[in-house]
């Protein structure tokens, strides 16, 4: 067994930096993992598909990151593993191939199927499963676009045995790529769930790419030009504890506070992760600075394992359509509201004329003016006014287009931005979330030689109830109000229509005042502007890094491309609080 394995992550998204692969060879690393998969992605992926067989996945991970790449792969004996397969893993394997074989190299690779359970769409449908978290009925079957179900790590840890030099999978866990690493390596036992929890939040920390190196962290300056910023690879021990670290002589930075925010991101309860291969506790983890830029990370807990694994339904919902017009001068705020409410009287009076319904979904939004969190419109001299709307029959988007174009000479003065010409009505790609136990899918491995195995998922361990941590004391007055950016560190994502803010105090003697601060009445007026009276607000506790990750539902306007929102994915959430003021011990704050 390795004394540990070195696992580079080189893409966090479909369109990532191609620099990142070149970049992280340096290392030297074992084994380089991407994950292009965004819960979206598999149904525009379906619909390349659709239209060539021969698509259906991120081209890109063949042409810019394997491509230039592969001879110095091969002469390190770097293992690749990637979810680039998306909805047509066999494709991209034969594209893989073919490029390989042009090079005159002896690479070989896998594939990891069964993911896509559009073959199952019948029996599917005749269960009808709803929608897990919001609970709203089984689609229309002639709308589905795709379902694809989330496989764990065990069949990449089985396609790495059949000797493959490249492992290509459709859709699974965003860290199961790192994770499977780690059971090839090491052999970890199923039953083995703290370990299991560890290589996941290996996973978990670099499956952003530079999100755990100094990109989006709150005190961007410190990381530099966003073009230097080094990718990020861990250093693995057979025991679960790892180092983070980034290649020498790149930008960015690798602190507890840097990684801390990634661990944080879009984990939902910190004590209830759940993934294919274990149910991870992360509030006892621990991350400390152990040399420049690489940090230390240990503590995570396994709680069980899920006895039904995640799968993402995609499919079409209507119509949408957006266009963003600028507003300059005197009042600008008030302009665009103004011409927003011409647009959509003269829209909405052609629509009658016709017997025709009405939107299903218009949204204004003035950017620039602070309106989105409340802040008055007034004394802004240069706004972006976005008018969105959704609807069944795209000839009413159609008009409404027609008539914000044809009203722009007759609105306010300062009217900008029609250079770009007039958008156009797209398909709404809603996103429909289930479980599907796990007795009803395998994955299937293809090896170099073209030999398919069946590998059954992690068998389920039912979850400890975790005991939750006794939140600290109230601190005691008087206080000073403080812009809670000056006291912590903070960052945001989605999952689906959910949206969760990790916040991490600068200092642990500022948590206590942190956690009582932001009460649920705080966190509902600071969004106030993005959640109902239906949204439920939670916050939870990590003792471990001494942070506070909040998780917000309904918040994002059904999330993803269902919503018509300009930030439908909450990545701007950690700002909006970081910048509200917060009451403070003045004696801490006068310490600041």
């Given at each position: 067994?390795?004394?540990?394995?070195?696992?580079?992550?080189a893409?966090?998204?479909?369109g990532?930096?191609?620099?990142?692969?070149?970049?992280?060879?340096?290392?030297?690393?074992?084994?380089?993992?991407?994950?292009?998969?965004?819960?979206?992605?598999?149904?525009?992926?379906?619909?390349?598909?659709?239209?060539?067989?021969?698509?259906?996945?991120?081209?890109?991970?063949?042409?810019?990151?394997?491509?230039?790449?592969?001879?110095?792969?091969?002469?390190?004996?770097?293992?690749?593993?990637?979810?680039?397969?998306?909805m047509?893993?066999?494709?991209?394997?034969?594209?893989?191939?073919a490029?390989?074989?042009?090079?005159?190299?002896?690479l070989?690779v896998?594939?990891?199927?069964?993911?896509?359970?559009m073959?199952?769409?019948?029996?599917?449908?005749?269960n009808?499963?709803?929608?897990?978290?919001?609970?709203?009925?089984?689609?229309?079957?002639?709308?589905?676009?795709?379902?694809?179900?989330?496989?764990?790590?065990?069949?990449?840890?089985?396609?790495?045995?059949?000797?493959?030099?490249?492992?290509?999978?459709?859709?699974?866990?965003?860290?199961?790529?790192?994770?499977?690493?780690a059971?090839?390596?090491?052999g970890?036992?199923?039953?083995?769930?703290?370990?299991?929890?560890?290589?996941?939040?290996?996973g978990?920390?670099?499956?952003?790419?530079?999100?755990?190196?100094?990109?989006?962290?709150?005190?961007?300056?410190?990381?530099?030009?966003?073009?230097?910023?080094?990718?990020p690879?861990?250093?693995l021990?057979?025991?679960?504890?790892?180092?983070?670290?980034?290649?020498?002589?790149?930008?960015?930075?690798?602190?507890?506070?840097?990684?801390?925010?990634?661990?944080?991101?879009?984990?939902?309860?910190?004590?209830?992760?759940?993934?294919?291969?274990?149910?991870?506790?992360?509030?006892?983890?621990?991350?400390?600075?152990?040399?420049?830029?690489?940090?230390?990370?240990?503590?995570?807990?396994?709680?069980?394992v899920?006895?039904?694994l995640?799968?993402?339904?995609i499919?079409?919902?209507?119509w949408r359509?957006?266009?963003?017009?600028?507003?300059?001068?005197?009042?600008?705020?008030?302009?665009?509201?103004?011409?927003?409410?011409?647009?959509?009287?003269?829209?909405?009076?052609?629509?009658?004329?016709q017997?025709?319904?009405?939107?299903?979904?218009?949204?204004?939004?003035?950017?620039?003016?602070?309106?989105?969190?409340?802040a008055?419109?007034?004394d802004?001299?240069?706004?972006?006014?976005?008018?969105?709307?959704?609807?069944?029959?795209?000839?009413?988007?159609?008009?409404?287009?027609?008539?914000?174009?044809?009203?722009?000479?007759?609105?306010?003065?300062?009217?900008?931005?029609?250079?770009?010409?007039r958008?156009?009505?797209?398909?709404?790609?809603?996103?429909?979330?289930?479980?599907?136990p796990?007795?009803?899918?395998?994955?299937q491995?293809?090896?170099?030689?073209?030999?398919?195995?069946?590998?059954?998922?992690?068998?389920a361990?039912?979850?400890?109830?975790?005991?939750?941590?006794?939140?600290?004391?109230?601190?005691?007055?008087?206080?000073?109000?403080?812009?809670?950016?000056?006291?912590?560190?903070?960052?945001?994502?989605?999952?689906?229509?959910?949206?969760?803010?990790?916040?991490?105090?600068?200092?642990?003697?500022?948590?206590?005042?942190?956690?009582?601060?932001?009460t649920?009445?705080?966190i509902?007026?600071?969004?106030?502007?993005?959640?109902?009276?239906?949204?439920?607000?939670?916050?939870?506790?990590?003792?471990?890094?001494?942070?506070?990750?909040?998780?917000?539902?309904?918040?994002?306007?059904?999330?993803?491309?269902a919503?018509?929102?300009?930030?439908?994915?909450?990545?701007?959430?950690a700002?909006?609080?970081?910048?509200?003021?917060?009451p403070?011990?003045?004696?801490?704050?006068?310490?600041?």
């Amino acid at each position: 067994m390795p004394q540990h394995i070195r696992i580079a992550g080189a893409s966090g998204y479909w369109g990532d930096a191609q620099i990142a692969t070149e970049q992280l060879l340096q290392v030297v690393p074992d084994f380089v993992v991407y994950d292009y998969l965004a819960e979206i992605t598999l149904g525009i992926m379906a619909a390349q598909r659709a239209k060539d067989p021969a698509a259906g996945y991120a081209t890109d991970f063949v042409t810019a990151a394997m491509a230039p790449n592969l001879r110095k792969i091969a002469e390190q004996n770097t293992k690749i593993i990637s979810n680039a397969g998306g909805m047509n893993p066999t494709a991209c394997a034969a594209a893989l191939r073919a490029e390989i074989s042009s090079q005159n190299l002896g690479l070989t690779v896998a594939t990891v199927t069964g993911d896509d359970l559009m073959p199952d769409l019948s029996t599917i449908a005749e269960n009808a499963p709803v929608e897990m978290f919001s609970g709203a009925p089984f689609p229309d079957t002639e709308t589905i676009q795709s379902i694809n179900t989330y496989f764990g790590a065990v069949p990449i840890a089985a396609a790495l045995a059949t000797g493959a030099d490249i492992v290509v999978t459709g859709r699974c866990v965003d860290s199961a790529v790192t994770l499977g690493a780690a059971l090839h390596a090491f052999g970890w036992a199923p039953s083995a769930l703290d370990l299991l929890a560890a290589g996941s939040l290996a996973g978990h920390l670099i499956e952003c790419g530079a999100q755990a190196t100094g990109g989006n962290f709150t005190d961007w300056r410190d990381s530099g030009p966003a073009d230097a910023v080094g990718y990020p690879f861990v250093d693995l021990c057979p025991d679960g504890r790892f180092h983070l670290s980034k290649p020498l002589g790149t930008g960015g930075i690798v602190t507890p506070a840097s990684v801390g925010e990634q661990m944080l991101y879009e984990i939902g309860d910190p004590q209830s992760y759940a993934l294919p291969d274990v149910v991870c506790d992360f509030s006892d983890v621990e991350i400390t600075q152990d040399g420049p830029d690489r940090v230390l990370v240990t503590g995570a807990k396994g709680q069980g394992v899920p006895d039904a694994l995640k799968t993402s339904l995609i499919h079409r919902n209507g119509w949408r359509t957006s266009q963003m017009i600028g507003f300059y001068g005197m009042d600008a705020g008030e302009k665009a509201q103004s011409f927003a409410d011409a647009v959509l009287r003269r829209t909405r009076d052609v629509l009658r004329a016709q017997n025709a319904p009405d939107f299903d979904e218009i949204l204004i939004e003035i950017l620039g003016s602070g309106a989105q969190m409340g802040a008055p419109v007034a004394d802004v001299q240069e706004v972006v006014l976005k008018i969105a709307a959704r609807h069944t029959d795209r000839r009413a988007l159609g008009l409404l287009l027609k008539e914000l174009s044809g009203l722009a000479l007759a609105g306010p003065p300062g009217i900008s931005g029609f250079a770009g010409g007039r958008a156009k009505p797209s398909p709404v790609m809603a996103l429909h979330s289930y479980l599907t136990p796990k007795s009803a899918v395998v994955a299937q491995v293809t090896g170099p030689d073209g030999a398919t195995q069946t590998v059954e998922n992690t068998a389920a361990q039912k979850p400890r109830n975790p005991q939750r941590p006794a939140p600290p004391d109230p601190p005691k007055g008087p206080f000073t109000d403080i812009p809670l950016i000056q006291l912590a560190y903070a960052r945001s994502g989605d999952k689906g229509d959910s949206a969760n803010v990790g916040v991490l105090p600068r200092d642990p003697a500022l948590l206590p005042a942190i956690w009582h601060a932001l009460t649920d009445n705080h966190i509902r007026q600071t969004f106030a502007h993005v959640l109902s009276d239906t949204s439920d607000v939670q916050k939870f506790l990590l003792p471990g890094t001494n942070s506070i990750n909040i998780l917000m539902t309904q918040a994002l306007g059904g999330g993803g491309f269902a919503s018509l929102r300009n930030d439908p994915q909450g990545k701007g959430f950690a700002q909006i609080l970081l910048a509200r003021p917060i009451p403070v011990p003045t004696e801490l704050a006068e310490a600041l």
